[in-house]
């Protein structure tokens, strides 16, 4: 049972973020700045997306995945990014994308 009463339709941090609206606002502005801020293109959503598919968090995935897929347009990329980022079709890899790379190649051994 949470020690703090939140929305039952608000599911993981979200419920958390919306019960003190002002101590939550600094998160939700530094986390919108690295997801989708001017430089990140979907980089950040599909760095986001991998690791809550890793995490095997299902909102988080679910989330991060529809929030990839908008910009590019395609809701296959994420899918696939999932699936196997080594023949994903993302030309322009976001910082960090290699190092998540080699994790899953240290995960699955290939």
Not at 25 to 49: C, D, F, H, K, N
Not at 86 to 94: G, I, K, Q, Y
Request: glycine share 8%.
């Amino acid at each position: 049972m949470p020690y703090i009463p939140v929305e039952e339709h608000l599911p993981g941090i979200t419920g958390l973020l919306e019960y003190c609206k002002d101590s939550a606002e600094p998160i939700r502005e530094l986390t919108q700045y690295l997801l989708r801020g001017p430089s990140s293109l979907t980089g950040g959503e599909l760095i986001a997306t991998i690791v809550s598919y890793n995490n095997q968090c299902q909102f988080c995935t679910a989330a991060h995945t529809a929030a990839a897929d908008l910009p590019c347009g395609d809701e296959s990329i994420a899918e696939q990014v999932k699936q196997d980022i080594e023949t994903a079709p993302v030309t322009r890899l976001p910082q960090g994308y290699d190092h998540l790379r080699q994790k899953n190649k240290d995960k699955t051994g290939n």
